[in-house]
């Protein structure tokens, strides 16, 4: 640990015996910490692959975790529109992706999403731009809105669903990993790696869009699924994200950057303190006490620093959920 | 191009019908009931023997006491494959109670609703009662179009749930004239629409709206359905079209260009594979298509 890493773990030392300031245990009793990279890619033509894969040695993700697994990717395609990149995760970030896990050795490397407001998955590849890299690259494709499923309690306890229903596929798989398009968000405040995961869960028993999560509480369902999954990494795509109006009717927002994890809400709050947004402003983040630190003096971070890419996303006034975020920064 | 250049086996899904009569979406995939209604509604004149009444009284088994079809036994909340279900039971003797008891409950079941706020972050009118895809949650524009397409077959097209229905559907219209799932306009932002909604919308609309209401929506669609060949969004596209006398004329080269798609996608589903088909055979109102089909 040097000199910087040890002042800000100290300085996090401090903060934890303040009162309602929120620590991360494991079951040992000890502090935990988590580590996440951030990469600078400055565009899609760049060698996206090479930077996840510096990622995972810097992460020590090492060879023997990956080869001969099963690798499913799970992007942000809520809603695509042709020439409207900024709402979905890019195409050729998840080729990135793919080589990376292919070049680690994996088994197999898959795309799986259920949109959440369009039904016709084959027109939400189209739209993306993604039917053509995964013809290209032979990589299938699952639509998780109507794959067979299977039905386990709810370990996250924080809405009255009493269970929840997954595909099949991602007990089937070795990696289950979050690629979110880095996004403000109009009622979770941004949407990263663990609000994305709402688009595993199938519609034909959640709806279009995923209604019964609104109704039971967006922000308690993100935690619910979180803690049911138990997901095992995270890239985040903030080469472009959206600042604004965000998911769908935001506007474009060149951060340049790769966030990876194995811990989503460290992952995300290292997201969020890049894009100017204090993580424990939002309620999500600051609640998920169980699945991982937010603190920055217990996050690891490798890589970049967050100083040298910090690119403040615009949030809205008129928008609840962001007049949350404006209270502080950090 | 005649329709007779789309050859039946391109449709082909009879090999799909489970030994209990239903039907399973893909090849070695399990029953589904939604697959099962929709095969039933495209293969009504052309199954040979018993198929399409086997099928009828499997999805018949799947009915439970109040009405409803589920798309599975272990999450009765997902009742949205119901009203598809009385489209496929229409005409047969045998599945008339089938039918009534999935209106009856069409008829009791509504969306969520609370009152219209000034102050409310969306545009549309939360109190107008329609269908939900899931139980205990809101209405949205498919299964509340589905659900309008079921009662009107069955002769309740002036049903007050048919009307307030109707003004649901028509409060959702997106200023230029399209649908998406069911918001509208968010903090000020106006939604962008999609074309396999906005076809649903339309042939739920067909008969019960004045052609001015809806003809922003024609225009947004006739322009869309162009560049659709994904058979979902072109299959609605079309029968919406359709229902409003303005089946384009290149719809059978379209529908070939989409089941050509399958060398990239792999094979279609059931659902899709017959909504290709009845988009293919439908040339006007949906509804009466399929009080049109024989069997």
Redesign the interface.
């Known amino acids: 640990m040097n000199r910087r890493r040890f002042l800000k773990y100290a300085s996090g030392l401090l903060f934890a015996s303040l009162p309602g300031f929120n620590l991360f245990y494991g079951c040992d009793g000890k502090q935990q910490t988590a580590e996440a990279f951030i990469g600078k890619v400055a565009g899609y033509d760049e060698n996206i692959a090479a930077v996840i894969s510096a990622g995972f040695r810097e992460l020590n993700v090492t060879e023997n975790e990956i080869r001969g697994k099963r690798v499913l990717l799970k992007p942000n395609l809520v ?1 695509p ?1 042709r020439g409207m990149g900024h709402i979905t995760t890019h195409p050729l970030l998840l080729r990135g992706a793919i080589e990376a896990f292919m070049g680690f050795g994996a088994h197999e490397v898959l795309v799986a999403e259920g949109p959440g ?4 998955s ?2 939400v ?2 739209e993306s731009g993604l ?1 053509d890299i995964l ?1 290209e690259d032979r990589i299938r494709f699952m639509d998780l809105n ?1 794959q ?2 299977f ?1 386990v309690p709810n370990a996250g306890h924080a809405t009255r669903l009493k269970s929840l ?1 997954f595909p099949t596929i991602l007990k089937e798989v070795d990696w289950i990993v979050s690629v979110p398009k880095m996004k403000t968000h ?1 009622w979770a405040g941004v949407t990263l790696s663990m609000k994305n995961l709402f688009g595993v869960m199938p ?7 995923k ?2 999560f ?2 039971a509480g967006i922000e308690s369902a993100i935690l619910d699924i979180n803690a049911t999954l138990k997901p095992h990494f995270a890239i985040v795509d903030g080469i472009v994200g959206m600042e604004g ?1 965000g998911p ?2 935001g506007t474009p927002k060149t951060a340049g950057v790769l966030v990876m994890g194995k811990n989503l809400p460290a992952v995300d709050a290292t997201s969020c303190r890049i894009m100017g947004i204090n993580p424990r402003k939002v309620r999500y983040l600051a609640d998920a006490t169980g699945l991982g630190p937010i603190q920055e003096p217990i996050i690891l971070q490798r890589g970049e620093t967050i100083k040298s890419v910090h690119t403040s996303f615009s949030l ?1 006034d ?3 959920a962001h007049r949350r975020l404006m209270v502080e920064s950090s | 191009m005649s329709k007779a250049e789309i050859p039946e086996s391109s449709f082909h899904m009879l090999d799909r019908q489970l030994t209990s009569g239903g039907f399973c979406e893909l090849p070695a995939a399990p029953y589904r009931t939604d697959s099962t209604a929709w095969a039933i509604l495209a293969i009504r004149e052309d199954a040979l023997g018993d198929a399409v009444e086997r099928a009828r009284s499997c999805l018949a088994k799947s009915q439970l006491k109040d009405g409803r079809v589920c798309i599975s036994d272990d999450h009765p909340q997902a009742f949205w494959p119901t009203p598809l279900s009385a489209l496929a039971w229409h005409g047969s003797l045998l599945h008339r109670n089938n039918q009534e008891q999935a209106i009856q409950f069409m008829l009791q079941a509504a969306g969520s609703i609370f009152e219209k706020n000034p102050n409310q972050l969306f545009a549309h009118d939360p109190s107008l009662r329609g269908w939900p895809w899931i139980e205990n949650t809101f209405s949205w524009v498919v299964p509340t179009a589905s659900a309008i397409l079921a009662l009107k077959l069955c002769g309740y097209s002036r049903h007050t749930r048919v009307q307030e229905a109707v003004r649901l559907i028509h409060d959702r219209q997106l200023p230029d004239g399209g649908w998406n799932y069911g918001n509208t306009i968010v903090y000020d932002q106006v939604l962008l629409p999609q074309p396999d909604t906005t076809g649903i919308a339309l042939a739920a609309l067909s008969g019960l709206v004045e052609k001015g209401a809806i003809e922003k929506s024609l225009f947004y669609l006739k322009n869309e359905v162009e560049h659709c060949r994904t058979p979902l969004s072109l299959g609605w596209a079309i029968i919406g079209l359709s229902a409003w006398q303005d089946k384009p004329p290149q719809s059978d080269t379209w529908i070939i260009e989409s089941l050509n798609l399958q060398q990239t996608y792999g094979v279609y589903g059931t659902t899709l594979l017959s909504l290709l088909k009845c988009a293919y055979l439908s040339g006007g109102d949906f509804v009466e298509f399929v009080a049109s089909r024989k069997a």
């Open positions: 809603e529109h407001h369009c039904r016709d084959f027109r590849l189209e039917t013809r109507y067979s499923w039905t229903t109009h519609g034909m028993f959640y709806g279009w869009p209604n019964v609104h109704a109006d769908i009717m809205l008129k928008i609840e």
